[in-house]
């Protein structure tokens, strides 16, 4: 389950979150299904858009582009209320991010390694 | 323990982006080739939007706002954001804490996508004021690129 606060996935058995401590019981008082909720206090999800930008100006173009639609789908179902489909974005979201910065290190390390073959080679001559 | 890998993984990723910045600070990525060429660029010539960004942010950690507004005016437009949303995000998963928290609407973040998108077509374009939205070359890059290109034959 994910916790409310700061959206961490937490084990299903979990009663307090892993990562800010928040309980995790479900509070009777609040009804399950609430009326669409504008930037509910306490209701956090992650949308990673620091990083998805920085993905896309840093490493890759077209993935950390996938990773910025995706956190403003985040914002916008928070908008709506729709805390579950927040979350399912958030994951892509990050995804996303993590995809752009493999593919922008897998980059540098080729690069590195083609300038390591390069001095060597001009060491030869 | 579903969050384990988290114990090594921040540490981790705070390590690699203080010696990125450190890399950046000391080196320029204009001149120096440490830093990987875009592949993009490398390939069609064309300026991405986040072409000019390293060398930018090696200008903004310097203090020369003008010289990194001319490599990338987005990055600088963005680096306050960027910076603050980093630290929000360190402090939060070291302390627990979270800064002031910045709720931006779906329709700014779309914007922002539009914005990035069309900076990277402006840019593109060989007319005036577009053209002044490419990177624009140093001096000193360009006396070193004469320099190289009157060596080799």
Redesign the interface.
């Known amino acids: 389950m994910f916790c409310t606060q700061c959206g961490a996935n937490n084990a299903d058995t979990a009663t307090t979150c892993v990562q800010c401590g928040r309980s995790l019981q479900p509070a009777p008082s609040l009804p399950a299904q609430s009326a669409p909720m504008l930037q509910t206090p306490g209701i956090y999800v992650q949308n990673y858009l620091v990083f998805a930008i920085l993905a896309t100006v840093l490493c890759c173009l077209p993935a950390g582009i996938v990773a910025i639609v995706y956190a403003a789908q985040v914002n916008g179902k928070l908008q709506a209320g729709d805390i579950a489909g927040a979350q399912a974005a958030s994951k892509n979201a990050k995804m996303w991010c993590w995809i752009s910065a493999g593919v922008g290190l897998a980059a540098g390390a080729i690069w590195m390694l083609l300038v390591g073959i390069g001095a060597l080679s001009n060491l030869h001559h | 323990m579903?969050?384990s890998p988290k114990i090594f993984l921040l540490p981790a990723m705070l390590t690699v982006l203080a010696a990125a910045l450190a890399m950046l600070y000391f080196f320029d990525p204009a001149t120096s080739?440490l830093f990987?060429?875009c592949?993009?660029r490398y390939l069609t010539g064309w300026y991405?939007?986040?072409c000019g960004?390293?060398r930018a942010m090696h200008q903004l950690l310097l203090g020369n706002l003008r010289a990194a507004w001319a490599l990338?005016p987005?990055?600088v437009l963005?680096s306050p954001?960027?910076l603050y949303?980093?630290a929000s995000?360190a402090l939060?998963e070291l302390r627990?804490r979270?800064l002031p928290?910045l709720?931006?609407?779906?329709a700014f973040?779309?914007a922002?996508?539009a914005v990035?998108?069309l900076f990277?077509i402006a840019r593109n374009i060989p007319l005036q004021p577009f053209a002044s939205l490419a990177p624009a070359a140093p001096q000193v890059q360009a006396g070193r690129a004469l320099r190289q290109s009157s060596q080799t034959p």
């Open positions: 579903p969050n080739g990987p060429p592949p993009l991405c939007p986040g960004s390293l990338n987005l990055t963005l954001f960027l949303g980093t995000f939060f627990g979270r928290r709720f931006l609407p779906a973040i779309r922002l996508y990035i998108i990277g």
